[in-house]
């Protein structure tokens, strides 16, 4: 069985970094501004756009995860392999001010540019950031722009479609509550020896490309990808449980927290970020293992509530997640546009 919880942030993006990065919110039409075009200003990031970013970003909702990471990324000067800031990164700007700002991701093995962002904006700026995007993406020699909404985000869709993106793919975003199912604590393993040890992101790297090659848009990892997005997440490799006989990686569940809301008290949380079993040894239980020692790690940590994230048509995968106390929490799409050659 392979439990496939793809997040953005799916290459890493569709692991979950989107979901790490895909929350877009557009003005509804009667509230954009009568400011002419001209007095605003869509352009590429630069480097004495740092302070005002991080301003801009911390200034926002922190349950907005896209910004909440993208502040990371600012804060640690990370670099993600094929990413640059300077190049695919774009702001709008407004009396001055950030108001918005668009990613590109590109996924050279599949050709796909994979958007995020968050912009609350006047209609003609999101147009220009969306348009600046796509063109980039067409630069990158990207054959496909896909965006991740939420199903309810009723305005953000109706952007896109009107700039034409066609919805593709759903995914479903699933949760436990221990506080509120304390019997789901009998779903909980005891402790978990075996772990990815410092070193090993090579081995992670192999068996992820293993255990998702063939599925939807997973474009394969590198080592240097598996780093970044430990490093993004604010992850130990550690966390990473491993089922292991003698030498060979029989499968992983990635676990991590979630940064906390600090405008907000809230119950802490954490997520089942991905988990994959070799192709080789699946129908053998070790899926149920893993997701229940996965569990067993985070309420070790205190955590109340755990996120997963599952596409709709893994059937084995959502029978499995809900057998172990999850429910369905809220439907997330994958808008897609192809780009012409």
């Known amino acids: 069985m392979s439990i ?37 200003l869509v352009r590429t990031y630069n480097q004495n756009d740092k302070n005002p970013l991080l ?7 922190a349950s907005q995860t896209g910004n909440t990471f993208l502040q990371k990324i600012m804060e640690k000067g990370l670099q993600k392999p094929g990413y640059s800031v ?22 050279s093995h599949i050709q796909r540019a994979v958007l995020s962002g968050y912009s609350r904006t006047t209609k003609n700026s999101a147009d220009s950031l969306l348009e600046l995007s ?40 699933m949760t436990i509550d221990f506080s509120k199912t304390p019997e789901s604590a009998n779903n909980i393993s005891g402790p978990y020896d075996n772990h990815f040890k410092p070193g ?13 090659e063939g599925s939807w848009d997973f474009n394969p990892n590198t080592t240097e990808d598996i780093r970044f997005w430990l490093a993004l ?72 509530l755990v996120g997963l994230t599952v596409d709709e048509t893994n059937v084995a995968g959502k029978a499995l997640y809900a057998s172990l106390g999850f429910s369905l929490n809220s439907r997330n799409l994958w808008f897609e546009k192809h780009l012409k050659d």
């Open 200 to 212: 090993e992101e090579e081995q992670l790297a192999g068996l992820q490309n293993i255990c998702f």
């Open 86 to 107: 300077e190049k695919d990164l774009f702001l709008a700007w407004e009396k001055g001010r950030i108001v918005g700002w668009m990613n590109v991701f590109f996924e």
């Open 55 to 61: 301003s801009y970003l911390k200034g926002q909702k």
């Open 134 to 173: 796509i063109e980039r993406a067409g630069e990158l020699e990207a054959k496909k722009v896909h965006v991740y909404l939420p199903e309810k985000n009723n305005e953000a869709r109706k952007f896109f479609i009107n700039h034409g993106f066609v919805p593709v793919r759903t995914f479903l975003e």
């Open 233 to 304: 997440t604010g992850t130990k490799i550690e966390d990473v449980i491993v089922e292991k006989k003698a030498k060979e990686f029989l499968g992983y569940c990635w676990n991590h927290l979630v940064l906390p809301d600090v405008k907000k008290a809230s119950k802490k949380k954490g997520r089942i970020y991905m988990v994959g079993v070799h192709p080789a040894h699946r129908g053998l239980g070790i899926g149920k293992k893993l997701v229940r020692s996965g569990l067993s790690l985070l309420k070790a940590k205190d955590v109340q």
């Open 4 to 40: 496939k919880i793809e997040s953005v942030f799916v290459s890493f993006i569709k692991l979950n970094i989107i979901r790490l990065f895909a929350k877009i919110n557009i003005h509804s039409p009667d509230t954009f501004t009568n400011m002419s075009f001209p007095n605003n």
